[in-house]
Protein backbone atom coordinates (compact mmCIF):
# COMPACT_ATOMS: atom_id res chain seq x y z
CA UNK A 1 0.00 0.00 0.00
CA UNK A 2 1.20 3.60 -1.12
CA UNK A 3 0.75 5.73 2.44
CA UNK A 4 2.55 8.78 0.58
CA UNK A 5 -0.96 10.62 0.37
CA UNK A 6 -2.06 9.94 3.59
CA UNK A 7 1.25 11.40 5.00
CA UNK A 8 0.86 14.42 2.66
CA UNK A 9 -2.34 15.12 3.92
CA UNK A 10 -1.58 14.75 7.35
CA UNK A 11 1.49 17.46 6.45
CA UNK A 12 -0.74 19.88 4.82
CA UNK A 13 -3.22 19.98 7.95
CA UNK A 14 -0.47 20.05 10.21
CA UNK A 15 0.85 23.21 8.62
CA UNK A 16 -3.32 24.96 8.13
CA UNK A 17 -4.05 24.55 11.99
CA UNK A 18 0.03 26.14 12.68
CA UNK A 19 -0.54 28.89 10.47
CA UNK A 20 -4.64 29.09 11.47
CA UNK A 21 -2.72 29.15 15.48
CA UNK A 22 -0.25 31.90 14.02
CA UNK A 23 -2.70 34.06 13.11
CA UNK A 24 -5.03 34.03 15.71
CA UNK A 25 -2.42 34.71 18.13
CA UNK A 26 -0.64 38.72 18.57
CA UNK A 27 -3.68 40.69 18.37
CA UNK A 28 -4.59 40.77 22.30
CA UNK A 29 -2.64 43.78 23.61
CA UNK A 30 -3.58 47.76 22.39
CA UNK A 31 -1.60 49.22 19.90
CA UNK A 32 -1.20 52.74 18.92
CA UNK A 33 -0.66 54.22 15.69
CA UNK A 34 3.40 53.74 14.66
CA UNK A 35 5.22 55.41 17.73
CA UNK A 36 7.38 53.90 20.17
CA UNK A 37 5.35 51.68 22.01
CA UNK A 38 4.87 53.02 26.21
CA UNK A 39 7.25 51.89 28.56
CA UNK A 40 5.86 49.23 31.01
CA UNK A 41 6.14 50.87 34.28
CA UNK A 42 4.25 47.57 36.62
CA UNK A 43 3.11 44.09 34.98
CA UNK A 44 -0.38 42.59 37.10
CA UNK A 45 -1.07 39.24 36.00
CA UNK A 46 -4.73 38.08 36.93
CA UNK A 47 -4.46 34.46 37.95
CA UNK A 48 -6.72 32.08 40.28
CA UNK A 49 -9.81 35.45 40.29
CA UNK A 50 -7.24 37.76 41.60
CA UNK A 51 -5.03 40.23 40.08
CA UNK A 52 -1.29 40.52 41.46
CA UNK A 53 0.10 42.28 42.79
CA UNK A 54 -3.19 43.67 44.22
CA UNK A 55 -1.71 46.99 44.54
CA UNK A 56 1.27 48.77 42.86
CA UNK A 57 2.70 52.43 42.66
CA UNK A 58 3.69 54.20 39.71
CA UNK A 59 5.21 57.61 38.59
CA UNK A 60 2.80 59.70 36.50
CA UNK A 61 3.06 59.47 32.65
CA UNK A 62 3.66 55.26 33.14
CA UNK A 63 1.92 52.30 32.23
CA UNK A 64 0.83 49.66 33.40
CA UNK A 65 -0.05 46.24 31.64
CA UNK A 66 -2.72 43.15 33.01
CA UNK A 67 -2.25 40.33 31.51
CA UNK A 68 -4.47 37.40 31.82
CA UNK A 69 -2.84 34.44 33.00
CA UNK A 70 -6.20 32.92 33.86
CA UNK A 71 -8.19 30.45 32.25
CA UNK A 72 -11.32 33.17 31.97
CA UNK A 73 -11.96 35.75 30.70
CA UNK A 74 -11.56 39.34 32.90
CA UNK A 75 -12.08 43.27 32.49
CA UNK A 76 -10.49 46.13 34.42
CA UNK A 77 -12.90 48.85 35.58
CA UNK A 78 -11.99 51.56 37.64
CA UNK A 79 -14.37 53.30 39.98
CA UNK A 80 -15.60 56.49 39.45
CA UNK A 81 -14.47 59.51 38.90
CA UNK A 82 -12.08 57.19 36.99
CA UNK A 83 -13.84 55.65 33.75
CA UNK A 84 -11.25 53.61 32.41
CA UNK A 85 -12.45 50.40 31.23
CA UNK A 86 -10.56 47.24 29.22
CA UNK A 87 -13.77 45.64 27.87
CA UNK A 88 -12.94 41.83 28.06
CA UNK A 89 -9.46 40.99 28.30
CA UNK A 90 -9.45 36.60 27.04
CA UNK A 91 -7.47 34.22 28.19
CA UNK A 92 -3.73 35.16 27.25
CA UNK A 93 -4.71 38.59 26.36
CA UNK A 94 -3.59 41.69 27.62
CA UNK A 95 -4.32 45.62 28.51
CA UNK A 96 -2.04 48.24 28.52
CA UNK A 97 -2.74 51.80 30.13
CA UNK A 98 -1.20 54.93 30.57
CA UNK A 99 -1.21 57.14 33.75
CA UNK A 100 -1.33 60.83 33.09
CA UNK A 101 -2.42 61.63 35.94
CA UNK A 102 -1.68 61.35 39.65
CA UNK A 103 -3.94 60.06 42.14
CA UNK A 104 -5.57 56.54 43.38
CA UNK A 105 -7.05 54.73 40.90
CA UNK A 106 -9.15 51.63 42.25
CA UNK A 107 -10.54 49.24 39.81
CA UNK A 108 -12.37 45.70 39.69
CA UNK A 109 -13.19 43.05 37.46
CA UNK A 110 -16.91 43.90 36.38
CA UNK A 111 -17.80 39.68 35.90
CA UNK A 112 -16.39 38.83 39.15
CA UNK A 113 -17.10 41.92 41.89
CA UNK A 114 -15.15 40.84 44.51
CA UNK A 115 -11.30 40.38 42.26
CA UNK A 116 -10.03 44.19 43.37
CA UNK A 117 -6.96 46.54 42.61
CA UNK A 118 -5.58 49.62 43.11
CA UNK A 119 -2.85 51.80 41.01
CA UNK A 120 -1.24 54.41 42.83
CA UNK A 121 -0.08 56.94 40.49
CA UNK A 122 2.57 59.28 42.06
CA UNK A 123 3.85 62.82 41.52
CA UNK A 124 6.90 63.64 38.63
CA UNK A 125 9.40 63.78 41.76
CU1 LIG B 1 -12.79 38.58 36.63
Redesign the pocket.
Known amino acids: MNRTPVAKFFGIALFALVALAATSCGTNSTSSSGENPPAIAATIHIAD?KFEPREIEIEVGGSVIWINDDV?A??VKFVAPNKLHSGAIKPAGSWIQTFTSAGNYDYY?D??NS?KGSVVVRPAP
Open positions: GAHDCFHM
